[in-house]
């Protein structure tokens, strides 16, 4: 028999304020029939991806990141990410979302400052994680009495595993913010739901239209419309599955003039209509 005991003194990984709790976990594989979930943001918690398959390019705040296998991404509370492309890069990942979050000096429900890169390469941890979370998947699929308490504390040793990781990274982004892009990008995030086309939006900001659109391209990856159509269509889907207002009046709070044009746009985006969206889509606690 051999005995392995502790050595060093240590102190619980959660405490006062800052007490974790697993909101829902999902199994992503958009191999599957699943309608993507276009631009949108978490306000009360933090969702955590590991990647298991597939390559693609994310667009989360104002950056955009190339991940691979064995990453992992931080979204969180409050930040605009788009995930749509998941569909047509056949990615395969598992997903936790966190709430309860208050680390010493980051805002509530944050893993790490809003400037950090939000992907992590974690090849070296991949296999130890991964079984973190299917061990999570196991705990919720068998509807046992106990299990949602064991899952809990799984996601707790998930957590205590990845902070050191997280707080020893200093870098800056890899790619910085264009303070000319952040500007345009925050007047569409405020004013997404007005009547708004190019002309509109170069008055308001001062600029030509072209080098407007330009500068916001080259940081977001959407032309500045194109933007602005996938955060009211992300900014729908919310408002679908979250309340109970009609398909024509989430329309018309997400900017389009007409339901007709609102459904046919986001038909487009989506693949199904609004109405059917609210009707398949995912119990609204996973949003």
């Given at each position: 028999?051999?005995h392995?005991?502790?050595?060093?003194?240590?102190?619980?990984?959660?405490s006062?304020?800052?007490q974790p709790r697993l909101r829902?976990?999902?199994?992503i594989d958009?191999?599957a029939d699943r309608?993507?979930?276009v631009?949108?943001?978490?306000?009360g918690f933090?969702?955590?991806?590991?990647?298991r398959s597939?390559?693609c390019?994310?667009?989360?705040?104002s950056g955009?990141y190339?991940v691979?296998p064995?990453?992992l991404?931080i979204?969180?509370?409050?930040?605009?990410h788009d995930?749509s492309?998941?569909?047509e890069?056949g990615?395969s990942?598992?997903?936790?979302?966190?709430?309860g979050?208050?680390l010493?000096?980051?805002?509530k429900?944050?893993?790490?400052?809003?400037?950090?890169?939000p992907?992590f390469h974690?090849e070296p941890?991949?296999?130890?994680?991964?079984?973190l979370y299917?061990?999570?998947?196991?705990a919720?699929?068998?509807?046992?009495?106990g299990m949602?308490t064991?899952?809990q504390?799984?996601?707790?040793?998930?957590?205590?595993r990845?902070l050191?990781l997280?707080t020893?990274?200093?870098?800056?982004a890899a790619?910085?913010?264009?303070?000319l892009g952040a500007?345009?990008?925050s007047?569409?995030?405020q004013?997404?739901?007005?009547?708004?086309?190019?002309?509109?939006?170069?008055?308001?900001?001062?600029m030509?239209?072209?080098?407007?659109s330009?500068?916001f391209k080259?940081m977001?990856?959407?032309?500045?419309?194109?933007?602005?159509q996938?955060r009211?269509i992300?900014?729908?889907q919310?408002l679908?599955?979250?309340?109970?207002?009609?398909v024509?009046e989430?329309?018309?709070r997400?900017?389009?003039?007409?339901?007709?044009y609102?459904?046919?746009?986001?038909?487009?985006?989506v693949g199904?209509?609004?109405k059917?969206?609210?009707k398949?889509?995912l119990?609204?606690?996973?949003?």
């Amino acid at each position: 028999m051999i005995h392995y005991y502790i050595r060093n003194a240590y102190t619980p990984a959660f405490s006062g304020e800052n007490q974790p709790r697993l909101r829902y976990f999902s199994e992503i594989d958009t191999t599957a029939d699943r309608s993507p979930r276009v631009m949108h943001a978490h306000e009360g918690f933090v969702e955590l991806i590991l990647l298991r398959s597939g390559r693609c390019e994310y667009l989360i705040g104002s950056g955009r990141y190339k991940v691979a296998p064995g990453d992992l991404i931080i979204y969180n509370s409050g930040v605009l990410h788009d995930e749509s492309i998941w569909a047509e890069c056949g990615v395969s990942a598992y997903c936790l979302a966190i709430d309860g979050l208050a680390l010493p000096g980051l805002r509530k429900n944050a893993l790490l400052p809003d400037d950090v890169p939000p992907v992590f390469h974690c090849e070296p941890l991949f296999s130890e994680l991964e079984s973190l979370y299917e061990f999570i998947h196991r705990a919720l699929c068998t509807g046992s009495r106990g299990m949602e308490t064991y899952a809990q504390l799984l996601t707790e040793a998930f957590l205590s595993r990845i902070l050191p990781l997280l707080t020893h990274t200093t870098e800056p982004a890899a790619e910085p913010e264009s303070v000319l892009g952040a500007r345009i990008k925050s007047y569409l995030d405020q004013h997404y739901a007005e009547p708004l086309g190019m002309p509109e939006l170069a008055n308001a900001l001062h600029m030509s239209a072209p080098y407007l659109s330009h500068v916001f391209k080259s940081m977001c990856g959407y032309s500045p419309m194109k933007y602005l159509q996938r955060r009211r269509i992300g900014e729908a889907q919310t408002l679908l599955i979250t309340t109970d207002l009609s398909v024509s009046e989430i329309g018309e709070r997400v900017g389009f003039e007409t339901t007709s044009y609102f459904s046919a746009q986001f038909t487009k985006h989506v693949g199904i209509s609004p109405k059917n969206y609210r009707k398949n889509a995912l119990p609204a606690s996973e949003y």
